[in-house]
Each structure stands twice: as structure tokens, then as C-alpha cells.
């Protein structure tokens, strides 16, 4: 989920990775796997497949 937030606030995949300490390589296998089950193609979809996600608080 952290991943996908931090690419919805359009940050690369070598920021997200620096950010969380992991590999770019890492960062696009998290992506990958999340776009089906968000329901969308693409990183251009992120921020409006997160905000229909979100809890209201």
C-alpha cells in the first residue's frame, strides 16, 4: 500500500525504493501485482484507484 501511495504522488520507482528501503525492482514487482487488484492498467490510475479505496474517517 505504501508503494502505491508514494507512486500515486507520482514519485519514480528509484524514489519509492529509496523512501523504503528496498530494490527498484521491488517497487515495480509491488506495482505490478497491485494493479489487478486495484482494478486499473496503469500508474496513471493510482491516485484515483487509492481515493475511491480509502476508508471514509
Not at 506495482?31 to 481515493?51: E, F, M, N, T
Request: net charge positive.
Amino acid at each position: 500500500m505504501q508503494v502505491a501511495q508514494l507512486a500515486a504522488k507520482g514519485l519514480s520507482n528509484k524514489e519509492i525504493a529509496d523512501r523504503v528501503y528496498v530494490s527498484h525492482r521491488t517497487v515495480s514487482t509491488h506495482l505490478y501485482r497491485a494493479y489487478p487488484k486495484l482494478g486499473i492498467a496503469g500508474r496513471w490510475q493510482l491516485a484515483a484507484a487509492l481515493d475511491a479505496t480509502a476508508e471514509p474517517v
